[in-house]
């Protein structure tokens, strides 16, 4: 018996509310998670890449004109970071949700996915 199958045998409109959640059982799918996670992920290993390559190149820069030019291009690197960083942290969380949505549609009345 599932969490909404339980909920179905409370007393007063309880059978009609969980009722509702059945096209959310039926059609929920945690996969979507892990493919929209895997694309974050992918997104901010790319941008880790770029980032580091704008960086090893802003580097090679000489001269005293270039050091003002190199101070700013560190700040886009840090940003750079920032961003490839939130991209994986979103990730993470993507695939942290899809393994709940999995366990909360799969569990049963007496269990928790935790």
Do not use: I
């Amino acid at each position: 018996m599932t969490n909404k199958d339980a909920a179905g045998t409370l007393p007063g409109n309880a059978p009609q509310l969980a009722a509702l959640a059945d096209p959310v059982y039926a059609t929920v799918d945690a996969g979507v998670f892990d493919d929209l996670g895997n694309r974050f992920s992918e997104a901010g290993g790319k941008t880790a890449v770029a980032t580091n390559k704008v960086r090893v190149v802003v580097a090679e820069v000489d001269g005293a004109s270039a050091d003002a030019f190199v101070d700013y291009m560190n700040g886009f690197t840090a940003a750079g970071m920032s961003v490839a960083d939130a991209l994986t942290d979103a990730a993470s969380d993507l695939y942290n949700a899809g393994g709940t949505v999995q366990g909360w549609k799969g569990c049963s009345a007496t269990s928790s996915p935790r």
